[in-house]
């Protein structure tokens, strides 16, 4: 996508928590929203300030640290140090805990930036003689839609239920109050399957790369699905099975290509009770395309995406590659004189030791997997390893790991860069890929009842593993020692479940997402009594500094995190904090 910098306070107001009352301060130099969505190339420009949030150092450290560096994949430099980070870490923190007030902030902030597109788009005013305006005011509408449930979605797993905000904001309404859990996930779903109808139905490619198109949509909406019907979200009124069959729909369309109907993608007849479809499609900018509840969305879809080979997906070259569902941009212009920041500095926490806001490096179970499977070396790496040409460009020259005095001693090399390449600062933030949708699939077809199709859905990704295996694959020299990796064979329900949580803590290890796959699983305590019983082989190799990961952890309360008791204070007790805290 290509990047618009530049500074509108329009697109600032209103835009660091859930609460009104941090709003109490009249905008300066602000421009008439009525004025300012006016256009149609300032609606792109509103949209860009949402993906500029996703672009900033904050949100990605927020991301890595509550996705991976409290799972039981990792270790950091920060576990001991007596930082506020390590009481996060070590469940030592108190609601005042800065780092859970940030999370909070900004993702409120990325709904508050896409209210504001979303809110616009009836002010929008184009040229009717131009064909194509209804349908790119659709796109952003998608696109701010989905993200706007992507930032939702992370403070429903982070804090449980929280405050909807009003699309527009008004300063002088009262204090709103928390949302269940099931009200922001029905929140979510909705947003998600009102942008399927309207997203870019193709990839971006090109100077267009880096918008969210179809697949981001049908993918996110998936995996929403599926957290409400995992055994671990904690739910007023869960309805699980029904959830898994929802899942499959959405599932068989994105990756089978069966088509389904627009109204059986938005639940219209059960769920819009007090919106007609003329409404709705008046409010989604679909007037223009004459579609009912009855017309069928298109299969073809499920061409959109696929896999590519996984010693490629990590490289500079692969950038908006097919597997990427959603993908945010970063650039280097360092070279260029330019004094623009496009930088992306949340992979150096994963390769340099030097000061950052948390490092992040291998457990011993994410390591082993070099033993067994050919994607291990991809993934994790200790001192010894590097002397391997596997760690070398073309040209000779070594890759930069450092991290090496740390737990065990090893580091993740999965998002390492070749001299030859570029520079860290260059590799982009990748959301989404294919490659998990696929996860997902076998996991809903398991819980559906289909053992068979679930095994082949989940031999697709291993496949692909194996090919690493193959004398025509020049890596392959580097995992000889792996003489026998098979594809599963069909079992019974609990075999392909364990089957499947080994191909997702593999397939997708260092890429933000383990801590809350353990929580939607119910696997969070287990997992951390026994991080707990590792704390003692896990001490710093030069310093012999201890561990105490894990330790801490208090079942039935640190599975979500506190409100922010800032966010209490202000609201003057309208906003109750989660139990335990």
């Not at 290509?2 to 009249?26: G, N, Q, T, W």
């Not at 996930?185 to 109808?197: G, H, P």
């Not at 305590?525 to 082989?537: P, R």
């Not at 039935?556 to 609201?571: F, L």
Request: proline share 3%.
């Amino acid at each position: 996508m290509k990047k618009i910098i530049l500074f509108i306070s329009a697109v600032s107001v209103l835009s660091f928590s859930s609460c009104d009352s941090f709003f109490d301060v009249e905008p300066k130099g602000s421009i008439q929203v009525d004025d300012f969505s006016s256009q149609l190339n300032n609606l792109r420009i509103s949209l860009n300030a949402v993906y500029n949030l996703m672009q900033s150092t904050d949100y990605q450290h927020s991301e890595l640290i509550f996705g991976e560096c409290m799972s039981d994949n990792a270790y950091s430099p920060q576990d001991n140090d007596g930082s506020e980070l390590c009481q996060l870490l070590n469940f030592q923190f108190n609601t005042e805990n800065s780092y859970i007030l940030t999370r909070y902030e900004l993702n409120y902030r990325g709904v508050n930036l896409a209210n504001q597109v979303i809110s616009a788009v009836p002010n929008v005013k184009y040229d009717a003689n131009y064909t194509n305006g209804a349908q790119e005011i659709r796109y952003v509408l998608g696109q701010a839609k989905l993200l706007r449930a992507l930032f939702y979605f992370n403070l429903v797993r982070t804090f449980g239920g929280v405050t909807i905000q009003p699309e527009v904001s008004e300063l002088s309404k009262t204090i709103t109050p928390r949302a269940s859990a099931d009200e922001v996930y029905a929140y979510i779903e909705k947003d998600l399957r009102e942008a399927c109808l309207i997203l870019y139905r193709d990839r971006y490619k090109k100077t267009d790369a880096g918008q969210a198109g179809i697949g981001a949509g049908l993918g996110l909406l998936m995996k929403v699905l599926a957290y409400q019907a995992s055994p671990g979200t904690s739910l007023q009124n869960p309805n699980r099975d029904a959830k898994w069959q929802e899942a499959k729909e959405i599932a068989e369309l994105f990756i089978d290509g069966k088509s389904l109907s627009y109204g059986d993608i938005l639940k219209f007849s059960e769920r819009y009770t007090d919106e007609t479809w003329d409404e709705l499609c008046q409010r989604l900018v679909l007037t223009d395309q004459n579609v009912a509840p009855e017309t069928m969305f298109p299969g073809d879809v499920a061409n959109v995406h696929g896999l590519i080979e996984f010693n490629d997906l990590f490289r500079l070259k692969s950038r908006f590659s097919k597997e990427s569902l959603l993908e945010i941009n970063h650039y280097d212009y360092s070279s260029s004189g330019s004094d623009i920041d496009e930088k992306n500095y949340l992979y150096e926490c994963f390769n340099q030791n030097e000061a950052h806001a948390v490092g992040i490096v291998p457990t011993q179970a994410i390591y082993d997997f070099r033993k067994t499977d050919p994607r291990g070396i991809y993934t994790a790496a200790a001192q010894s390893d590097i002397s391997s040409d596997f760690f070398r460009d073309e040209n000779g020259e070594q890759v930069v790991l450092e991290w090496f005095n740390i737990a065990y001693g090893y580091v993740y090399d999965k998002y390492m860069i070749y001299p030859s390449e570029g520079t860290v600062y260059e590799r982009n933030y990748l959301v989404m890929r294919y490659a998990e949708s696929l996860l997902w699939y076998a996991e809903i077809l398991n819980e559906t009842g289909d053992q068979t199709n679930a095994t082949a859905v989940l031999n697709k990704v291993r496949a692909r593993a194996a090919k690493l295996l193959d004398s025509s694959n020049s890596d392959s020299k580097y995992n000889s020692h792996i003489t026998s990796f098979k594809l599963y064979d069909v079992m019974p329900y609990e075999e392909v479940r364990k089957n499947i949580r080994n191909e997702r803590r593999i397939e997708l290890a260092g890429e933000f997402d383990r801590w809350y796959d353990l929580q939607r699983s119910g696997l969070l305590a287990e997992s951390m009594k026994t991080l707990a019983g590792k704390n003692g082989e896990a001490a710093d190799k030069n310093s012999g500094k201890p561990r105490w990961r894990g330790k801490y952890f208090k079942k039935g309360v640190n599975e979500i995190m506190p409100i922010p008791q800032r966010e209490i204070t202000i609201s003057n007790g309208v906003i109750v904090q989660n139990f335990g805290y």
